[in-house]
């Protein structure tokens, strides 16, 4: 059902999106111009660039959920629950121990301010892509989507749970500010920019005839790709938009590491997980990616909206975007199910 110009989009994705870095690079004005809310006259109404394009992905992933896959997977919830509990488990692992390496940094908040946004990012839902990767390491897609929507439709409950837990290892303003986003998260945000757009998507994949769905998916999918290419721009428009004007190489080299460091113990973790619960090889790349993949654009959209005089903290985040797609084509790799063999 995917139109040409989105599985061409869809086939060079990867070099989209580093063009989208480059630009934010070296052309970062009409990103930051982005990023600013704009009045709409008469109706006082006011645009929010980065919400809106968020909202317009998540639709997209809703409305391609295949139906059959929601009921195989409600037939056996076990990794389902699974998943659900080691996504809210493993950040009240990886984070306390990231907070007690960071008290030796030589930072005058103990980075606090990288631990913000990785807090931000692991308190997120399942990322959608998860599905794309899956999709193409022949795993179970099932698996993949049920978490993918249970993260998101819970996301209004466990995003300000686990953000008001883990504020408490943050110094000064920042724990302040943490349990202040959770409260915007529960409000609000989660709800409205997340989980209507995904379940008003999906209530179009289960009600809409197959002929009108495959043309709305025609026409949202190629849109929700570009949207998505947008908001990378936008998100690191504000990230990357001071690196030439004010480098700061101790600050990249850092949010870079932790982003590392968290991405590379969740997906170890959800590995771990995978093996102790003796999964097959395509349910266990499912568990292991819900692990390690989260929703990075909400969480640089939450940075923007509740820390807007803070762009750098958006390092570690767009760090984090790109290690989790990488660490997912590798994973997604090496278990993906070997082919049967052929009859004599």
């Known amino acids: 059902m995917h139109s040409r110009s989105a599985t061409w989009l869809r086939h060079r994705l990867g070099r989209v999106v580093v063009l989208s870095y480059a630009l934010a690079l070296f052309l970062p004005r009409p990103g930051l111009w982005l990023r600013r809310p704009h009045p709409l006259p008469p109706a006082h109404l006011t645009l929010h660039t980065a919400p809106l394009l968020l ?5 997209s992933a809703g409305l ?3 139906s059959r896959a929601l009921g195989a997977l409600l037939r056996h919830p076990k990794t389902l629950f699974a998943g659900l509990v080691l996504h809210l488990a493993i950040p009240l692992t990886v984070v306390p121990f990231v907070a007690l390496l960071l008290r030796r940094a030589p930072d005058t908040d103990g980075g606090s301010g990288l631990l913000t946004a990785m807090i931000l990012v692991v308190a997120m839902p399942v990322a959608a892509g998860a599905t ?5 390491g022949e795993g179970d897609q099932p698996t993949m989507v049920g978490l993918v929507l249970a993260s998101t439709l819970l996301s209004p409950l466990t995003t300000p749970l686990l953000l008001a ?3 408490p290892l943050l110094s000064g303003g920042y724990a302040h500010t943490l349990v202040a986003t959770g409260r915007l ?9 997340v ?3 995904c379940a008003a998507g999906l209530l179009g994949a289960l009600v809409l005839p197959a002929r009108w769905l495959g043309r709305l998916i025609a026409a949202v999918a190629p849109s929700a790709m570009a949207g998505s290419l947008v908001l990378t721009y936008v998100n690191a428009s504000g990230a990357l938009g001071s690196v030439i004007t004010r480098p700061r190489p101790l600050l990249f080299a850092a949010a870079l590491a932790v982003a590392a460091l968290v991405c590379l113990l969740s997906f170890v ?4 997980a995978a093996s102790a619960l003796r999964l097959g090889s395509g349910t266990a790349s499912s568990l292991t990616l819900a692990c390690g993949m989260n ?3 909400a969480s640089a959209v939450l940075i923007t909206a509740s820390l807007p005089d803070k762009p750098h903290l958006l390092l570690p985040v767009l760090a984090y975007g790109l290690l989790q797609k990488t660490a997912a084509s590798r994973i997604v790799t090496r278990l993906r199910p070997a082919p049967a063999a052929a009859g004599p």
């Open 55 to 59: 909202s317009l992905v998540l639709f």
């Open 64 to 66: 391609q959920v295949p």
């Open 132 to 136: 794309v990767w899956i999709d193409k």
């Open 165 to 167: 837990t883990l504020s």
């Open 185 to 193: 998260a529960g409000n609000g945000f989660a709800l409205s920019a």
């Open 195 to 197: 989980v209507l757009p």
């Open 269 to 272: 973790l959800g590995g771990v």
């Open 295 to 297: 929703n990075s654009s």
